[in-house]
């Protein structure tokens, strides 16, 4: 198993009531799957099922298929919007 760290931001972090956590995943994990996880584990964590959460790898935007690795830090915050 491999640990990363994900990190919750604006309505996300409101939501969850925490800024970051580390979790075990497998080998091969998409960011998908682990927003699925994060989903299953925590049901009342609605905002997660936006279908237009952004989402960062160790500083980098990236998408739904990104596989992630060990050490990883993932960051997950809903969409910016300006004006």
Known sequence: ?????????????????????????????KLSELIAQLQDQHQDWTILQQKNLMAAVNHSMITDDCLLAAGDEVALFPPVTGG
């Open 1 to 29: 198993m491999n640990t990363i760290t994900v990190k919750f931001f604006a309505r996300l972090r409101e939501q969850s009531g925490v800024d970051a956590m580390d979790l075990e995943i497998g080998d091969m994990t």
